[in-house]
């Protein structure tokens, strides 16, 4: 029997305009009736794409004592964490969807700020094989996780932007097909550059890798 798809949007608190949403939006219904996670500030994101939270997690301290947003969703689910933690709030919120059955998340607010917590967010993309598709859009990029089990492939018009790069540790046996700079069988480590700024071929893209993990970025013109 197929897994029920169970899919989750995730408002962390990081930069976010609701042109990215509307950008996912555009692509369809599918998340209609996804589960609306908003961790910690990333409430204020979730408000003002008018969606309802569905689950808050956090340890709250980016929601001043006086926001309002919290007394008028009571009803809203709320996993309170202390702020003396070993993982960060959007971490959590990762696991917790693993251990719930999530099958497909969507994150937004992870870029932006300081430099040292857009590092760890982007990073925890690839701390593990996540057990669900995982997907991240931001103000220019729209990319997911290739893993072994996950490949990537999707109609894009030529000359479409991407890169691609190894997110735990060597990623060996990648292959990209559909693109100017095809690659075949080949191994990509950290800081090789070889997968930066390539370009759609036309048809179909396709990105897989034998081993590791890859970040696929898609460079986004809307």
């Given at each position: 029997m197929a897994q029920q798809v169970k899919r989750a949007l995730v408002f962390a608190n990081g930069d976010f305009s609701i042109a990215h949403y509307h950008y996912l939006a555009s692509q369809g219904n599918e998340y209609v009736d996804a589960l609306v996670v908003c961790v910690d500030g990333g409430l204020k994101h979730c408000l003002d794409c008018q969606l309802k939270p569905s689950l808050l997690i956090g340890d709250m301290d980016s929601i001043a004592s006086d926001h309002k947003h919290l007394t008028q969703y009571s009803d809203v689910?709320?996993?309170?964490?202390?702020?003396?933690?070993?993982?960060?709030?959007?971490?959590?919120?990762?696991q917790l969807l693993a251990d719930r059955g999530v099958t497909d998340v969507v994150v937004f607010g992870h870029s932006g700020g300081r430099t040292?917590?857009?590092l760890f967010n982007w990073s925890l993309f690839g701390a593990t094989q996540w057990p669900f598709k995982l997907r991240m859009i931001d103000a220019t990029l729209d990319a997911c996780v290739v893993c072994p089990e996950l490949d990537f492939s999707s109609q894009l018009e030529p000359g479409t932007v991407f890169s691609v790069l190894p997110i735990s540790g060597d990623a060996t046996g990648v292959s990209v097909a559909g693109a100017k700079y095809p690659l075949t069988d080949v191994t990509l480590s950290a800081g090789d550059s070889l997968g930066l700024s390539n370009?759609?071929?036309?048809?179909?893209?396709?990105?897989?890798?034998?081993?590791?993990l890859l970040l696929f970025m898609l460079v986004r013109t809307q």
């Open positions: 689910e709320k996993i309170v964490h202390p702020p003396e933690k070993n993982q960060s709030d959007l971490h959590l919120s990762l040292d917590h857009m370009e759609t071929s036309g048809g179909t893209l396709r990105i897989s890798t034998e081993t590791g």
